[in-house]
């Protein structure tokens, strides 16, 4: 971050002197006014509820340019690394800052699959839950236990505790999120198999039995690669701000994600996929495409609680380039599979079309985000609704990892500590006459 020809003046009405503020500017994006000395300066805080106007720190992981619907990992598009580069090369470029060799993806592919497997007392601990437990409560669980098995990368001021933990959990998530569904299902779990790639292996220990060999659809791993590349960072986003947050405490990685675990878990955030795709059953029920218009009327109205899922996003304000590319992943998924007629895919184009015309989203400027067709793909493929969200928080962990790294080796780094604009009661004294 470097200083711009530019300062910031902030005067009051009531004659109070102004103060002059240091503007700083990055590579891209808004330049930002340095509030830090504010308080001491004028006694006041600044107020801003869900950080609409608040950086919270300096990144240089990945870029989003809502106007223009753009999403840059490290300055590459998401367009290219979707179809050029695979998930692992994903998160050797957001952990490292560039895209790996030919060596160092050999070795980054070799040391991800060396940690694959989980501490096999795991699987008792997971015996503890109901079967029919949230997998998003189980996962939560889960990642929050690695720090008790792994107590040798716990340490968040050791840059090399660092790198291990960041490698395990990468390499770790898909075998929880396949053991959170086998245990669901009453099935066995399946071993990771280094041999297949990341999403294939994920695919062979969710839809695979010891009684048989499993083979991988070849369309379906690409899909799922996809579906993990598209989810793997997004800036400042809930989780990642819980996760940094939890972190600036220090506390140890493996607890820092699991924060990013629970925070993803709600519906405005990662648990969109599953309500999206909830409501197109939900439609779907209650007479399919002919009832769109009815269902459309209900979002418009204020009174009726209801929202169109998979629509809207705090930063996208022209398209999500994830839901475009998702889209075409969709299409090819349900060729595929010979389900082209599927009518919930039918059901969310018809709603996409509507939407996209109608004034109140496009006076609101509410697009489609990803998760409005990556449920379609996720189901298409067997994936279950209730673990959606586990599917991204997989995706996710990487993006969480990096973020966390990079607030740990940055030198200004201060715990998180936000203020408050109180309107509670003043100081004042318990009644006398109340006496326990
Ligand atoms: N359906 C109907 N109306 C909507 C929707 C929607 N999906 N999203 C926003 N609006 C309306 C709001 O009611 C509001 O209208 P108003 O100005 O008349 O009051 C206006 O659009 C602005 O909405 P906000 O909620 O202020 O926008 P914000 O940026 O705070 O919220 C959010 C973004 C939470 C994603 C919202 O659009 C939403 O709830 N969408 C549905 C849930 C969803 O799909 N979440 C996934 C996000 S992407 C992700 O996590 C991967």
């Known amino acids: 971050m470097k200083l711009v020809d530019n300062k910031a003046t902030l005067s009051f009405s009531n004659g109070s002197p102004s103060v002059e503020m240091p503007v700083y500017g990055g590579s891209i994006g808004p330049d930002v006014i340095d509030i830090r000395k504010l308080y001491a300066q004028t006694g006041m805080f600044t107020y801003d509820p869900g950080f609409l106007s608040t950086a919270s720190c300096q990144s240089a992981i990945t870029y989003i340019d809502g106007d223009k619907g753009e999403l840059l990992y490290r300055g590459y598009p998401i367009e290219q690394l979707a179809t050029q580069a695979d998930y692992l090369d994903t998160c050797f470029l957001l952990l490292n800052g560039e895209l790996p060799n030919e060596t160092e993806r050999g070795d980054f592919?070799?040391?991800?699959?060396n940690h694959t497997m989980v501490n096999e007392q795991m699987q008792f601990f997971l015996r503890g839950f109901r079967r029919d437990a949230h997998p998003m409560a189980v996962l939560t669980g889960l990642v929050g236990a690695l720090s008790a098995?792994?107590?040798d990368s716990t340490d968040i001021n050791n840059p090399e505790h660092r790198r291990i933990a960041a490698i395990r959990l990468i390499a770790k998530m898909p075998t929880l999120v396949a053991m959170s569904y086998k245990y669901g299902v009453g099935q066995p779990y399946m071993y990771p198999r280094n041999d297949l790639s990341y999403s294939g292996n994920f695919l062979r220990m969710m839809f695979g039995t010891p009684c048989e060999d499993y083979k991988v659809n070849p369309v379906l791993e690409k899909a799922l690669d996809r579906i993990f590349i598209l989810h793997a960072d997004h800036e400042q986003n809930a989780s990642t701000s819980t996760v940094r947050l939890c972190g600036s405490s220090g506390t140890n990685p493996f607890a820092a994600i699991a924060a990013g675990v629970a925070c993803l878990w709600g519906p405005a955030h990662g648990g969109a996929n599953e309500a999206c795709l909830n409501m197109l059953e939900d439609i779907q029920r209650n007479g399919g495409v002919a009832k769109v218009g009815e269902f459309m009327n209900q979002v418009k109205d204020k009174n009726s609680g209801v929202k169109l899922m998979g629509f809207g996003h705090r930063v996208y304000k022209n398209y999500d380039p994830r839901a475009k590319l998702m889209q075409e992943t969709c299409n090819e998924v349900l060729a595929e599979l010979g389900l082209e007629n599927d009518p919930l895919f039918?059901?969310?184009?018809?709603?996409?079309?509507?939407?996209?015309?109608?004034?109140?989203?496009?006076?609101?400027?509410?697009?489609?985000?990803?998760?409005?067709?990556?449920?379609?793909?996720?189901r298409a493929i067997g994936i279950p609704v209730s673990l959606f969200t586990g599917i991204f928080?997989?995706?996710?962990?990487?993006?969480?990892?990096?973020?966390l790294n990079e607030m740990l080796a940055d030198p200004e780094y201060k715990i998180g500590r936000p203020r408050q604009l109180f309107t509670g009661a003043a100081r004042r004294d318990v009644p006398a006459s109340f006496k326990r």
């Open 109 to 113: 592919h070799k040391l991800v699959t």
């Open 393 to 403: 928080a997989l995706a996710r962990t990487v993006g969480w990892i990096a973020q």
């Open 346 to 378: 039918k059901l969310a184009k018809e709603l996409e079309k509507i939407a996209l015309e109608d004034d109140y989203f496009v006076q609101r400027k509410l697009y489609p985000n990803v998760d409005f067709y990556s449920g379609i793909v996720q």
């Open 149 to 151: 098995f792994y107590h």
